[in-house]
């Protein structure tokens, strides 16, 4: 009888103790958070210290039942350090900042060619922060100009604008789509080096545009590869999954416009006396989309040449980016990956100077079948008068 | 607790039928003259004015009629009782209750000498017959059958299966179950409770069908009730469940004859009490609060889809609440960004707390399902324009709360009706329960509070049957009729753990259909 009170004391002295931690220290309400969505990262002018700069939305407060209105801003600042840098925010936000929905992470030219390391370590050792942002470098210009620049057209946020316009690679092929993650992964890989988008600024109504490959040595900007350099690069890492080729065709001498409906590239390498080979093979499925004269296609002779011109076109692009990596000496490609894993013997030999002197005398020996599908819904073009 | 709860029950017990016991313990019977007897029983009823005592003489001989006003029916007192009397009237026969019992038209006649069970029959509505000169009396039945007519019952609506529902006669109501098992295996146990009410419990089970044990355990548990009154099942549903203090019902409540029956089939066994429509079927398990009786009537199709959305709407019902408050204020980074802003600018300017403003809006929800229930019909807008208007437009326009919390709330509100009625009041309170856990400790309090309402509901059980059976302990073999409801054609087999006979069907054939070509 008396031990039964004593009990329910205890639990109900339990139950209160747990009512009052609410607020415990990962609660926080969403007012309270200042959600980042997009990052820049540039070293300060002095060049000792981190510019980093946010983009985080501002709601206006909900009235009636008119959901808030949404506006960008924008906020910089400088320290030492990126997390010192993370905290100088507190001293002027009166939020603090919410870091799980960052889209991407722009890094200048110049923070980009002295080390990126100090983001990546960042990002891929808080628990807060996640590797899924797109990873955007900045071409001859400051990030945080992009990110201020930018007035979004489709977007009110900026950052989500830029995402979206990585997200639409697929129907350009042009530029990588490599996210931190997959960043961190090539860094720490052996044989394959780290590769980021390309974001310049643009004139006329357009703020900026995503274009190119930056490419790595190690944690730095080694290089830039161009539009078609880029192509053939996704080509060579089987990263096309749309697109389109212009092709010569020379017989004719008539221009045409092939849409990539699927790609696919199997990588194969052959050593022949210390001469290694790149072999991929590359299936590609196109349709014709445009032509600028009229020509037949439906004769098999025709549709022979015209798969013989767009192959030869395909081979240029995967020529220009492979002599342009090995230019730059960087195997963004992942040939040296490939070696170690299938032939760990010979990887060996060849790891400690891969990049300066295997990688730029590899050659290239692609295997490219293309098949032309369709020719959209016209089969004989009109003939002109 | 329990210790203390019990000791408290038997000195209550004590107390109220100390008087009552040592009355009733000698015996009294009646007498030899007439008008001693009707002093006897006017006494014992302490003269009440609704006692209605007719004198007649059959024959020369005294004889009287003692029943109640309206609780007998008089036109019966006239048609069994005095015309047969009257009109048998013969000089040469010796008038006895013998004779007499030969004589009345009435359904159910019995002699009785003790007093206390006339006095007992008197209260049920029956007639005593006092004849000059017998130490014995006849009993009639002349009870006044009128009660409301069968009708749908409003918390078990159909769509396709019958319409009928149960009414306050106990009689009636075993007669609707009997009407649809028309087989001698058919078991009926009567037993009076309530010693102030003395209201009929009939005990209902297919011999054969129903395992002997539950039986026994239903007999048992209810010998054991000690009550003044029994006005509804209810109050000796509390006595024979399991599990007392759980928030969740081990008994089922019916108000269809048609579930009743169902059940019985499956090896339940169904306890009806007089005066009330809702009848219990003993063992309840956890699935029965998403079988409805249109699931057996309509094809499988229809039955599983509608299964399974009643089964998310209770996932909906509990967690909601309190999985919003725990994203959004824990792990915010688990929404999508566009999402996220959506959430975020809802929420701009609302002065309080997520957890305080989806408490609120639950309790209003409550208060406007309370009121809504029992305000008088005529004005029984108001409720709903006060309610959907004022309240959940005013607040938003406001800024008092959120729009996505009155989302929430609704949702709640909607699915915790697509479950069993008897649930309601705990869905309120395990949804108070989750919403604390996510509060708290967000995602992972929610996932403690989940464990352990897993864990209890796994440790209580329902007259010997595990509540969660058949998915822990899990049988397999009475999936068919869980998650999915399959044709009937494929369920050969009855509830594991429920039946003595396991065989429903002994064949189980396909249909197929063949129409010969001509």
Excluded at chain 1, 361 to 374: A, F, G, Q, T, Y
Excluded at chain 2, 79 to 98: A, G, M, Q, R, T
């Amino acid at each position: 009888m008396i031990k039964q009170p004593k009990i329910i004391t205890i639990l109900l002295i339990i139950f209160i103790l747990l009512l009052i931690p609410i607020g415990c220290w990962d609660n926080k309400e969403l007012e309270e958070r200042a959600i980042v969505l997009g990052v820049a990262v540039d070293s300060s002018k002095t060049g000792d210290e981190i510019l980093l700069t946010v983009e985080l939305p501002k709601f206006e407060a909900a009235g009636g039942n008119q959901a808030g209105q949404v506006e960008p801003v924008i906020m910089s600042n400088a320290g030492p350090a990126i997390f010192n840098t993370i905290r100088n925010f507190t001293f002027s936000l009166g939020k603090k900042l919410f870091w799980g929905n960052v889209a991407v992470v722009i890094v200048s030219q110049d923070f980009a060619s002295k080390s990126i390391y100090p983001l990546i370590d960042f990002f891929a050792r808080d628990p807060e922060l996640r590797l899924s942002p797109f990873l955007v470098v900045a071409k001859d210009n400051n990030a945080n100009n992009i990110l201020k620049g930018i007035k979004g057209q489709t977007e009110t946020m900026a950052s989500q604008q830029i995402l979206g316009t990585i997200k639409s690679q697929k129907e350009t092929g042009e530029f990588a789509t490599d996210n931190l993650h997959d960043f961190f992964e090539k860094l720490q890989a052996p044989g394959i080096q780290p590769v980021a988008s390309v974001i310049e600024q643009a004139g006329g109504d357009k703020s900026y545009v995503v274009k190119g490959v930056a490419v790595f040595r190690e944690d730095r900007v080694a290089g830039w590869l161009e539009m078609k350099e880029a192509k053939g690069y996704n080509w060579l890492t089987d990263n096309i999954k749309g697109g389109l080729i212009k092709v010569d065709y020379e017989q004719e001498k008539a221009v045409l416009v092939m849409e990539i409906v699927r790609s696919s590239t199997k990588p194969e390498i052959q050593i022949v006396n210390e001469q290694i080979i790149f072999k991929p093979t590359i299936k590609v499925v196109v349709n014709i989309a445009e032509m600028d004269r009229a020509i037949d296609i439906t004769s098999q002779k025709s549709r022979e040449n015209l798969k013989k011109a767009t192959e030869g076109e395909i081979r240029e692009y995967l020529e220009g980016a492979l002599s342009k990596l090995q230019d730059i000496k960087s195997d963004a490609i992942g040939i040296g990956e490939y070696i170690y894993r299938n032939n760990p013997a010979y990887w060996k030999t060849v790891e400690a100077d891969w990049d300066a002197e295997y990688f730029p005398l590899v050659k290239l020996e692609p295997d490219i079948n293309v098949s032309i599908r369709h020719s959209g819904l016209m089969l004989k073009p009109t003939r002109l008068r | 607790m329990k210790k203390l709860m019990k000791q408290l029950k038997k000195a209550a017990y004590k107390k109220m039928f100390s008087s009552q016991q040592e009355t009733t313990k000698k015996e009294i019977t009646l007498e030899v003259s007439l008008a001693q007897n009707r002093h006897l029983i006017k006494n014992a009823l302490g003269n009440s004015s609704d006692i209605i005592i007719r004198n007649l003489t059959v024959n020369g001989v005294q004889c009287s009629l003692v029943y109640i006003a309206d609780l007998a029916d008089e036109n019966k007192v006239q048609e069994y009782i005095v015309e047969p009397l009257i009109k048998n009237f013969n000089d040469k026969e010796h008038i006895s209750l013998n004779w007499l019992s030969n004589k009345v038209a009435s359904p159910k006649v019995r002699f009785e000498e003790r007093l206390d069970e006339i006095l007992q029959s008197i209260n049920a509505g029956q007639t005593v017959l006092l004849l000059e000169g017998e130490t014995a009396a006849l009993i009639l039945e002349t009870l006044d059958e009128q009660y409301r007519s069968v009708t749908m019952p409003p918390t078990e609506l159909v769509v396709r299966g019958p319409h009928e529902g149960f009414i306050e006669s106990i009689n009636k109501n075993v007669g609707m179950v009997r009407k649809r098992l028309k087989t001698p295996n058919f078991r009926v146990i009567d037993k009076q409770l309530g010693l102030y009410t003395n209201t009929s419990i009939n005990i209902c089970y297919i011999d054969g069908i129903a395992k002997d044990e539950v039986v026994e355990e239903v007999k048992k548990r209810l010998d054991q009730i000690e009550l003044d009154g029994v006005l509804e099942s209810g109050y000796i549903e509390e006595f024979i469940e399991d599990a007392p203090f759980s928030p969740f019902p081990t008994i089922g409540i019916t108000q269809k004859p048609d579930v009743v029956a169902a059940k019985l089939l499956e090896g339940r066994v169904a306890i009806f009490c007089d005066g009330t429509p809702a009848i219990m079927t003993v063992p309840f398990l956890f699935i029965e609060n998403f079988q409805t009786a249109d699931d057996y009537y309509n094809r499988p199709y229809f039955s599983s889809i509608f299964r399974l959305i009643r089964l998310i709407s209770i996932f909906i019902s509990f967690m909601l609440p309190s999985l919003y408050v725990a994203i959004v204020n824990y792990h915010p980074d688990f929404l999508p960004t566009d999402f996220l802003m959506t959430i975020a600018s809802a929420s701009q300017g609302v002065p309080f707390p997520k957890v305080i403003e989806v408490l609120f809006m639950g309790l209003i929800f409550e208060i406007l399902r309370e009121a809504g229930l029992r305000i008088p019909t005529p004005i029984g807008q108001t409720v709903s324009i006060v309610g959907a208007l004022v309240l959940g437009e005013a607040a938003v326009g406001a800024g008092l709360v959120g729009q996505p919390v009155i989302i929430v709330t609704a949702l709640v509100a909607i699915s915790s009706f697509a479950v069993n009625f008897s649930l309601t009041a705990t869905l309120i309170l395990m949804r108070l329960v989750f919403l604390m856990g996510g509060a708290v400790l967000g995602l992972f309090g929610v996932n403690v509070v989940f464990l352990a309402l897993i864990i209890h509901l796994a440790s209580i059980r329902s007259f010997g049957v595990n509540f969660l059976s058949p998915l822990a302990p899990m049988a397999v073999s009475s999936w068919k009729d869980t998650f999915l409801r399959l044709p009937w054609w494929l369920m050969g087999t009855r509830p594991t753990r429920l039946s003595e006979n396991p065989v429903r069907q002994k064949k189980i054939k396909q249909p197929k259909q063949v129409i010969a070509d001509d």
